[in-house]
């Protein structure tokens, strides 16, 4: 479109614009510094993260009641089917403790994954209008997730302390509990990115999370015993060892091993029973993998978060 | 307006932009096997911006002219950061908002009081300064009682008062505005210009785009023409509007 005098003058120009404003001072609007911006923008992050737990029940008349109702739904219903018609709470001593202590890590990584993976085009009129960092959304849905959960680890604590957990508590037992908390904020984080980033072009990320979402609580050792799967696919040793890698099934078990554990010892040494015996090993690969998940994550969110206002 | 005077140190630049968008035709699985098979295109593309230079000094007030689809907001965009080019440099020089998102941001189940918090800070307020900021704020938008109302129950023109209020506090170097003149009614539409009038003469840089003539050569010593994505005209704003309207 530019004959030869055109470009030259253009060039001339351009080295006389930073004659008297040096070229450091000139930002490239839009250019995302990925989480580092959410630590400068952490006024908005913490704003954000109020609104979501404040309006999420508003103009409901049970109001926060609904985050213990729907975990005590789901706790009912498997009882009754596995624990009792399929009689697993014979197999597993306190089985309403183990089940509840594997219910609510579920229930937190699918709120949380699926909270960051609907956050982007859940904030569609902000991203196409105004520029902040995207990734905010992301890291607030799992703040959210993380608030909605501790009501429910209340819960479990009060049963917890009914049964003498107090007793039988020990420093492992909360780093456990911390450690499993902080592999599934992880994993959540860092699937919600990658999802969350296509699904704005692609809308079958939503469904696909959903399907991931409805296996998460069958391929990890909520409602049965690891070893189940161990037995089972004793022919195919690698299988159980695929299993064993999922860092919610990891989450899971550390969630077991600071809750039930404590409180039904002496019912475990009677069945036989024992939690992975290399679940520290197990916990440190876990979070290798969360790690890796929040890089890959970082990595295709951050190379399509250019094309989100165009593409909403 | 402080273009004569002083050296030259520019706020925005914008060198030889391009903004590419593709159109696509087909909407399903069937029209793609259909086109496919009559070998007819899938999508097209439309150059938004087509090569576009633009330097805007610092105090500068610029009118940005053109028709619709003539690119002129997908160049706000391009510099608010929302989007990104395709081809060439943009480069802005301090903290840049604009009036393009006035109630983007609102959410219906907060209060007045929340939402300007919120806003604010989503514009890039820190706590502190919109804490300073608030009296100023809620002054502006004239709703008095109803600040601790929730927004969903303001009336349009109160949304909008309070929205474009919070806007136009925030703490910036380059305002862009975009066709939100037209907010509420008449004394508070003359009250909005009086104030976009303040902040130019107050050295703050501005892009302005609209289609009003009046509002346009009330606040702007400067126009740019754009057609099909270039600049085709830049000088005083009296002969832009006059090429604006040649064929």
């Given at each position: 479109m530019s004959s030869e005098p055109d470009l030259s003058a253009r060039g001339r120009v351009a080295s006389d614009l930073f004659a008297n404003v040096p070229r450091s001072?000139?930002?490239?609007?839009?250019?995302?510094?990925?989480?580092?911006?959410?630590?400068?923008?952490?006024?908005?992050?913490?704003?954000?993260?109020?609104?979501?737990?404040?309006?999420?029940?508003?103009?409901?008349v049970l109001g926060w009641t609904w985050s213990y109702v729907r975990p005590a739904m789901q706790f009912l219903v498997f009882w009754l089917v596995m624990?009792?018609?399929?009689?697993?709470?014979?197999?597993?001593?306190?089985?309403?403790?183990?089940?509840?202590?594997?219910?609510?890590?579920?229930?937190?990584?699918?709120?949380?994954?699926?909270?960051?993976?609907?956050?982007?085009?859940?904030?569609?009129?902000?991203?196409?209008?105004?520029?902040?960092?995207?990734?905010?959304?992301s890291v607030s849905a799992v703040i959210v997730a993380l608030v909605h959960f501790l009501p429910q680890v209340g819960l479990l604590l009060v049963v917890c302390l009914f049964m003498g957990w107090i007793g039988s508590i020990t420093v492992w037992s909360v780093l456990a509990f911390l450690a499993g908390v902080v592999i599934l904020a992880m994993v959540a984080f860092g699937a919600g990115l990658f999802f969350g980033a296509v699904n704005v072009r692609f809308r079958d990320a939503e469904p696909i999370v959903e399907l991931l979402l409805m296996l998460v609580t069958w391929a990890s050792p909520v409602l049965y015993f690891w070893t189940m799967v161990r037995d089972a696919f004793s022919a195919l040793p690698w299988l159980t060892e695929l299993y064993l890698i999922n860092p919610i099934t990891v989450a899971v078990e550390l969630f077991h091993l600071a809750f039930w554990e404590p409180v039904s010892r002496t019912g475990i040494a009677d069945l036989g029973l024992q939690l992975h015996p290399d679940l520290g090993w197990l916990t440190l690969w876990a979070f290798l993998i969360s790690l890796a998940t929040i890089l890959i994550g970082q990595l295709v969110f951050r190379r399509l978060e250019g094309r989100f206002a165009q593409d909403l | 307006m402080s273009t004569a005077t002083g050296p030259l140190a520019p706020s925005v630049i914008v060198q030889d932009v391009r903004k590419t968008f593709l159109l696509n035709h087909a909407h399903s699985l069937k029209d793609t096997v259909v086109s496919w098979i009559?070998?007819?295109?899938?999508?097209?593309?439309?150059?938004?911006?087509?090569?576009?230079?633009?330097?805007?000094?610092?105090?500068?007030?610029?009118?940005?002219?053109?028709?619709?689809?003539?690119?002129?907001?997908?160049?706000?965009?391009?510099?608010?950061?929302?989007?990104?080019?395709?081809?060439?440099?943009?480069?802005?020089?301090?903290?840049?908002?604009?009036?393009i998102e006035v109630g983007a941001g609102f959410h219906p189940e907060l209060s007045g009081r929340e939402?300007?918090?919120?806003?604010?800070?989503?514009?890039?307020?820190?706590?502190?300064?919109?804490?300073?900021?608030?009296?100023?704020?809620?002054?502006?938008?004239?709703?008095?009682?109803?600040?601790?109302?929730?927004?969903?129950?303001?009336?349009?023109?109160?949304?909008?008062?309070?929205?474009?209020?919070?806007?136009?506090?925030?703490?910036?170097?380059?305002?862009?505005?975009d066709e939100v003149l037209a907010v509420g009614d008449a004394p508070f539409?003359?009250?909005?210009?009086?104030?976009?009038?303040?902040?130019?003469?107050?050295?703050?840089?501005?892009?302005?785009?609209?289609?009003?003539?009046?509002?346009?050569?009330?606040?702007?010593?400067?126009?740019?023409?754009?057609?099909?994505?270039?600049?085709?005209?830049?000088?005083?704003?009296?002969?832009?509007?006059?090429v604006l309207e040649q064929p």
């Open positions: 001072a000139f930002d490239t609007p839009g250019r995302s510094r990925g989480l580092l911006d959410v630590i400068r923008w952490r006024y908005l992050l913490k704003l954000l993260v109020r609104t979501g737990v404040t309006t999420r029940y508003r103009n409901s624990g009792v018609f399929m009689r697993l709470g014979h197999d597993i001593p306190n089985y309403p403790v183990y089940l509840f202590s594997g219910i609510i890590g579920i229930n937190f990584f699918s709120e949380a994954f699926g909270n960051a993976t609907r956050s982007i085009v859940g904030n569609a009129p902000l991203v196409r209008k105004v520029y902040l960092p995207r990734q905010l959304f | 009559r070998r007819r295109k899938l999508s097209s593309t439309f150059h938004a911006l087509n090569g576009l230079d633009l330097v805007v000094n610092e105090g500068d007030s610029i009118a940005v002219l053109g028709y619709n689809g003539s690119g002129k907001s997908t160049l706000l965009k391009l510099l608010s950061g929302v989007m990104q080019p395709d081809g060439g440099h943009v480069l802005t020089r301090g903290r840049v908002a604009g009036l939402n300007v918090f919120l806003n604010a800070a989503i514009l890039g307020m820190q706590q502190k300064e919109i804490e300073a900021r608030y009296d100023d704020i809620v002054a502006f938008a004239e709703i008095g009682q109803f600040i601790d109302q929730e927004v969903k129950h303001y009336s349009s023109g109160m949304f909008m008062r309070l929205a474009f209020s919070v806007a136009i506090h925030v703490n910036l170097d380059v305002l862009l505005v539409r003359a009250k909005c210009a009086l104030k976009l009038k303040e902040l130019a003469d107050a050295g703050i840089t501005m892009m302005v785009v609209s289609h009003s003539k009046n509002q346009v050569k009330d606040l702007c010593s400067r126009g740019i023409v754009i057609r099909k994505g270039k600049v085709i005209f830049d000088g005083p704003i009296d002969e832009a509007l006059e």
